[in-house]
């Protein structure tokens, strides 16, 4: 996982820097603190603004997410970068924040000052999807407008929260994957280093692995897979992760089977890995033989690989180059084997680094025809991919309401929900892996009030 977020900066790097002369939208005016400004009805500044901060050449802007509830929608703001550049750097003086239920139409509520960090817009349907813009104002410069924001104004479900069965000491880790009996599971702490234990026998065994991904064997409990790593000179002097090689690990005795050996990892290294539904393979995510002329292409572009795990044979399931995809996450479709669901977008064409737009949608991907189909495209990011047993509901990594948060996807209505509040608890390590333990039921481990816990999901 190092290197795949070291790849995703390295390729969204890109430093911009916008000045203008004057704000044509918004005259010049009183400040916006004077109190004969504040409008009884919508709750914040009304009327012109005027310089905090003047002589300016950038504008800072601010950005915000969208907390629901039942009739209501919470937006929190605040700075969300630093422009560190040989020019005067100014923070946007008012912020009016726009509403619409169609994504057209949109109608300004408020005007508030930007430090204030949270307005409540209530008298809302309870239920209904609301999408909300904000636009960062300034008296000399010319206005930001935010991202649009993607919100339910409904209450979000909590969790049941279960508490951790290891020791205080124990339970400080970041991710764990639980196996199909439902009991024992393999978790890693923050240096990659796994061990195992159970919720009926709390006892831990550690693990000698030195690992990001791991994954229990569907058709053995008694067997648990890795990717291992391994530092590498990957400049001059500068050192950096890549992938070692792929392993399974009987628990009961501890031996190892190397199932695939990276000789050199310099030329590719496995990213995601899933075991197939069956147990029969293993699918795994890979820039190797990618087609890349140029060497950025050769380290960008992933594919779809699979390893036969009776015969050790590996062979690529897509080729994504020559149309331009690059995943980002998968997940094998319940109801058609052998064919994927994975977010993932195209790039553009750059001097220097290819940029992926800024949206990661979701795509589907026909093995047999090689064809890929959106499923799902949107101004957000869907990031990382599960599919529940079933194969009617995707859940999804989106940023659609300005945070990250897990959304549910019906595939024959598609209809979304927002299942997760990051205000109330957040993920030990994103929402990176999710253990399925029912048709309509998932466990993840986040911190809730300053302890980490165990959280079952139901939808």
Known sequence: MKHRVMKYLAILLVFVLVSCEKNDLVPKGPNINDPRLIDPFMGGFSGDISCNESGCKILNDFSFKAIPSAGSIRVSFGQSSILDA???????????????????????????????????????????????????????????ESPIRSVIAADIDVPSFIASPLPASQSNFEDFRLASDGDQFAFRDYSNDWALSSFSDPSIRPLARDAFYAEWNPNNDQEISFVTQQLVDVYKSVQGWRTKSLITTDITTFSDNELHVVEDPEAYWIHEYHYSLDGTSIYFMSNKDNGGVTVTEKQVYDNIWKLDLATQEIVAISDLLPVDYDIFDFVEDPLRHGNFYFTGGAYNDSATLPNIKQGLDVHYYDAATEMITPILTSEASETNISIDPTGKELVLTSNRSGSKELWTYELSTQNMRQITDQSLYKPSYRWQHINWISDNEFMVYVEHEGVNKFAVFQF
């Not at 109608?107 to 809302?124: A, C, H, Q, S, W």
């Open 86 to 144: 040989n020019v005067k750097v100014c923070l946007p003086d008012a912020l009016d924040f726009y509403i619409s239920e169609s994504r057209e139409n949109f109608e300004k509520i408020v005007r508030v000052d930007p430090y204030d960090e949270t307005y409540t817009i209530d008298n809302l349907e309870n239920g209904k999807e609301y999408f909300i813009k904000m636009v960062n104002l300034h008296c000399e410069l010319d206005s930001i």
